[in-house]
């Protein structure tokens, strides 16, 4: 069982950045692609970023493209999620995910692909 924890949401105003991390203690962390995922109330869960397991392939939704940055480091078992230029449709619960993967170079979009969810971190912005 992967644990993952999320940190380092919190209430912002628009234009403000953020950066989460997701920290696991999982000593085969280097095996896992990583994700990360939003949920706002009411709206199902949505893909947000996600990087390969060899932190060499990342990919994002459209709507934060050019905003967050996905990055990750093995050795201390932690990715990141940087965001900035913060706007209130970014307010959500973001969650981290894990997939066990034999691929090294791929990073998966699709929420249903992982295995492995952590608690979530909530991120307000106001307007």
């Known amino acids: 069982q992967v644990q993952l924890v999320e940190s380092g949401g919190g209430l912002v105003q628009a234009g403000d950045s953020l950066r989460l991390s997701c920290a696991s203690s999982e000593r085969t962390f280097n095996t896992y692609a990583m994700g990360w995922f939003r949920q706002a109330p009411g709206k199902e869960r949505e893909f947000v970023a996600a990087?390969?397991?060899?932190?060499?392939?990342?990919t994002y939704a459209d709507s934060v493209k050019g905003r967050f940055t996905i990055a990750g480091d093995n050795a201390k078992r932690t990715v990141w999620l940087q965001m900035n230029s913060l706007v209130p449709e970014d307010s959500a619960t973001y969650y981290c995910?894990?997939?066990?993967?034999?691929?090294?170079?791929?990073?998966?979009?699709?929420?249903?692909?992982?295995?492995?969810w952590g608690q979530g971190t909530q991120v307000t912005v106001s307007s």
């Open positions: 990087i390969s397991k060899n932190g060499r392939s990342t």
């Open positions: 995910a894990a997939k066990s993967t034999y691929f090294t170079g791929i990073a998966y979009g699709n929420p249903m692909e992982y295995g492995f």
